[in-house]
């Protein structure tokens, strides 16, 4: 028999009994709504005085599924997208360690405008980022989309590893220091590896907002997956298609993401592991006599 918690009381019968009664009633409302959006869907419709088939008949996806030049332009749109986040990613990476090298800078002559501009850059929306660069530099859709992810992302994961620096004992500088490294030296060989790991999950999440925001290059007009999918496809195959057309994006930005969310909390859980196993080994000590230093 388990132990009684301390934190609440155990529910009662009659509280079981009504929990269970809400669970069924919640069920059974999404199991309605659910219904009714497949009715709904399913239900002939008029477009332009032409009675079109329900979105589930086998014509409005017959043309699509069987069609090689269609997924040809699907797998373009897919690689443009996982292409621009790729690159934005390293980007955001190498951002996100120059803003917190420079914004952990003991000279407030370099601390201070560092700030100024990093919360400037957090500020910004990402879309306005990109019209930024796009209409001064004149880089092009790509490199809009790229270094407006870049910079915006690499503004949050630098705080990340600036939170993750300053979390970090103080004997960690102090040490490094003592053993005759420059501050510079310090940040980069002892303090920036643990910051890293310790806000790794952080800014591996950080960097599935940065896939999932690559589809705002559909409006600087870059041609990732939902520009080439909801746009150039539609008016290609016709409207009658844009139901399917938003199902099939949907299906796979849902399998990309959910694939990296799910390899990113693979990573990040071994690399708590990995933490935990080495603070248990520092705390414990040599677990055999003839390990241990002797003079």
Same mark, same amino acid.
């Given at each position: 028999?388990?132990?009684?918690?301390?934190?609440?009381?155990?529910?009662?019968?009659?509280?079981?009994?009504?929990?269970?009664?809400?669970?069924?009633?919640?069920?059974?409302?999404?199991?309605?709504?659910?219904?009714?959006?497949?009715?709904?869907?399913?239900?002939? #419709?008029?477009?332009?005085?032409?009675?079109?088939?329900?979105?589930?008949?086998?014509?409005?996806?017959?043309?699509?599924?069987?069609?090689?030049?269609?997924?040809?332009?699907?797998?373009?749109?897919?690689?443009?997208?996982?292409?621009?986040?790729?690159?934005?990613?390293?980007?955001?990476?190498?951002?996100?360690?120059?803003?917190?090298?420079?914004?952990?800078?003991?000279?407030?002559?370099?601390?201070?405008?560092?700030?100024?501009?990093?919360?400037?850059?957090?500020?910004?929306?990402?879309?306005?980022?990109?019209?930024?660069?796009?209409?001064?530099?004149?880089?092009?859709?790509?490199?809009?989309?790229?270094?407006?992810?870049?910079?915006?992302?690499?503004?949050?994961?630098?705080?990340?590893? #600036?939170?993750?620096?300053?979390?970090?004992? #103080?004997?960690?500088?102090?040490?490094?220091?003592?053993?005759?490294?420059?501050?510079?030296?310090?940040?980069?060989?002892?303090?920036?590896?643990?910051?890293?790991?310790?806000?790794?999950?952080?800014?591996?999440?950080?960097?599935?907002?940065?896939?999932?925001?690559?589809?705002?290059?559909?409006?600087?007009?870059?041609?990732?997956?939902?520009?080439?999918?909801?746009?150039?496809?539609?008016?290609?195959?016709?409207?009658?298609?844009?139901?399917?057309?938003?199902?099939?994006?949907?299906?796979?930005?849902?399998?990309?993401?959910?694939?990296?969310?799910?390899?990113? #909390?693979?990573?990040?859980?071994?690399?708590?592991?990995?933490?935990?196993?080495?603070?248990?080994?520092?705390?414990?000590?040599?677990?055999?006599?003839?390990?241990?230093?002797?003079?």
């Amino acid at each position: 028999m388990s132990a009684p918690s301390v934190l609440f009381d155990a529910p009662g019968p009659l509280a079981r009994r009504r929990s269970r009664i809400a669970s069924v009633i919640v069920i059974l409302v999404l199991a309605a709504g659910a219904a009714w959006v497949v009715y709904t869907l399913a239900q002939p #419709r008029d477009s332009g005085g032409i009675t079109l088939p329900g979105f589930f008949d086998w014509s409005r996806w017959e043309r699509l599924v069987t069609d090689p030049e269609f997924w040809t332009f699907v797998g373009r749109g897919l690689l443009a997208t996982l292409q621009a986040a790729a690159i934005a990613a390293v980007i955001a990476i190498v951002v996100g360690v120059l803003f917190a090298l420079l914004r952990t800078s003991p000279k407030a002559v370099v601390r201070v405008p560092v700030t100024i501009v990093l919360e400037f850059v957090r500020g910004m929306p990402v879309l306005l980022m990109m019209f930024f660069i796009l209409l001064v530099a004149s880089t092009g859709a790509f490199w809009a989309v790229v270094l407006g992810l870049g910079l915006y992302n690499g503004a949050i994961i630098g705080e990340a590893l #600036r939170a993750g620096i300053a979390s970090l004992p #103080r004997g960690q500088k102090e040490a490094g220091l003592s053993l005759g490294l420059t501050r510079l030296q310090t940040k980069m060989l002892i303090e920036f590896p643990q910051a890293f790991r310790q806000m790794l999950p952080i800014i591996l999440a950080q960097l599935v907002v940065l896939l999932k925001d690559t589809s705002l290059g559909f409006i600087v007009g870059y041609n990732e997956l939902i520009r080439v999918t909801m746009n150039n496809l539609s008016a290609y195959y016709g409207n009658r298609f844009l139901f399917t057309l938003f199902v099939i994006t949907l299906v796979i930005y849902l399998t990309v993401n959910l694939t990296f969310s799910w390899v990113t #909390r693979r990573i990040a859980a071994r690399s708590a592991r990995k933490r935990g196993a080495a603070a248990k080994k520092t705390i414990a000590g040599p677990l055999d006599p003839a390990d241990a230093t002797t003079e």
